[in-house]
């Protein structure tokens, strides 16, 4: 290991140096709680975090945000039984989320693609509307069969919304299920 101290002002002030042997990496904090504290001045805001092993149960691995003197909000935790907790310090599944989710882009979950299953709606919804004006303006006599061919029409289309969002609902518990699964290969990669 080396360690330096900043002479020129673009080096670090203290640098380690050292590899990973699968055993020992360049830096070992001991104790029953150890912790690194970060202070950051005004160009980063005067935030304040800690890294802290133990916090919360023998184990635990705690990313905290400082709100306050000595109080702190759990932002993000790795247990020992693999669980991972964003915004919780005491996940009860293998990912546990606190608070809202924003995925951006496309979701894909056992092979479903949650955009597509989405736009479909949507396009099923439209034709649903476009088939109920048809109807609507059109009247009784030699027109008759035509509206019973669109009515059927659109109870077809009905059923495949219904059976859109019945899948959909399904498709949730595989989003969780897998977001599970990322969250054991996060806690692996990790640990």
Same mark, same amino acid.
Do not use: Y
């Given at each position: ?6 002479? &020129? ?14 055993? @020992?990496?360049? #830096?070992?904090? =001991? !104790? ?12 980063? !805001? ?19 945000? @400082?709100?306050?003197?000595? +109080? ?6 790795? =247990?020992? *039984? &693999? ?14 989320? +606190? !608070?809202?989710? $924003? ?7 056992? $092979? ?9 709606? &949507? ?14 303006? #059109?009247?009784?006599?030699?027109? *008759?069969?035509?509206? &019973? ?5 659109? =109870? ?11 899948? @959909? ?6 989003? +969780?299920?897998?977001?599970?699964? #990322? ?9």
């Amino acid at each position: 290991m080396t360690l330096s101290s900043r002479v &020129n002002p673009l080096d670090p002030a203290v640098e380690m140096v050292g590899d990973w042997n699968g055993n @020992e990496g360049a #830096l070992r904090l =001991s !104790g029953d709680k150890p912790t690194i504290k970060f202070a950051g001045g005004a160009a980063a !805001g005067g935030a304040r975090w800690a890294l802290h092993l133990g916090s919360r149960g023998p184990g635990n691995l705690e990313f905290l945000r @400082e709100t306050g003197p000595g +109080a702190f909000d759990h932002v993000f935790t790795l =247990s020992p *039984t &693999n669980r991972v907790g964003i915004g919780t310090s005491s996940p009860s599944a293998t990912l546990e989320v +606190a !608070g809202d989710m $924003k995925v951006t882009g496309g979701l894909t979950v056992n $092979k479903i693609e949650f955009k597509t299953v989405v736009e479909q709606l &949507n396009i099923l919804r439209g034709d649903i509307s476009h088939l109920s004006d048809n109807v609507s303006h #059109l009247s009784t006599g030699p027109l *008759t069969q035509q509206i &019973n061919s669109l009515q059927q029409q659109v =109870s077809s289309l009905q059923a495949q919304v219904s059976s859109l969002q019945a899948k @959909e609902a399904s498709d949730v518990a595989g989003i +969780a299920n897998s977001l599970i699964t #990322l969250a054991a290969r996060v806690t692996a990669l990790g640990g």
